[in-house]
């Protein structure tokens, strides 16, 4: 009886090992490993726009919680940290930030795929620049040559946060 108790036991060994060794990849112990979760600082991956009829829209696509926005108009584009002047044409800016963000991984690769500094010829939107990522902020300058008008908002799955510049129209006078 004692003998096939001890058959028993070594069995159920056996296939408890099986089982657990079935259950885990080759080579998974030493590979790193991934998480699907959302990054813990957001992440700047792109810069888009388009034109519209009555208005150009910029869009700035995020990976993970979309981070507080702010949107100020500025004098002159500078680059974070130098100070440069961003060479975008124009006569009026506006400098959007996201803060907790960042454009590059932990590893410091960039995850931005973006435009760097590009001249746009649409009726209200003359450039765009990623201007700053440094210490969580990551910063967008958008150049124009008439005063924006402009409304923001947020887009969701995936995360977007959008500028929609109105087209600016010369007032005609007529007698």
């Known amino acids: 009886m004692h003998h096939r108790h001890t058959l028993a036991a070594a069995a159920a060994g056996i296939l408890l090992t099986a089982g657990i060794g ?3 990849p080759a080579g998974a112990a030493n590979a790193p490993a991934r998480s699907t979760s959302t990054p813990a600082t957001a992440l700047v991956v792109n810069t888009r726009w388009g034109g519209h ?4 829209r910029l869009v700035i696509d995020v990976r993970g919680k979309m981070p507080p926005v702010t949107v100020h108009q500025v004098r002159s584009l500078r680059y974070d940290g130098s100070g440069n002047r961003v060479p975008l044409p124009g006569r009026f800016f506006l400098e959007i ?3 907790p963000a960042a454009a590059h991984d932990d590893a410091g690769r960039s995850v931005y795929h973006g435009p760097r500094l590009v001249k746009i010829n649409l009726p209200a939107l003359k450039g765009v620049a990623l201007t700053g990522d440094f210490e969580g902020v990551v910063t967008i300058g958008a150049a124009f040559d008439h005063k924006p008008a ?3 908002f947020q887009l969701h799955s ?3 946060f959008v500028v929609d510049i109105a ?3 010369p007032v005609v006078c007529r007698g």
């Open 97 to 99: 930030k996201l803060s």
């Open 158 to 160: 995936p995360e977007r």
């Open 53 to 56: 009829t009555t208005f150009d």
């Open 22 to 24: 079935a259950t885990i």
């Open 167 to 169: 087209h600016h129209h």
């Open 150 to 152: 402009f409304k923001t």
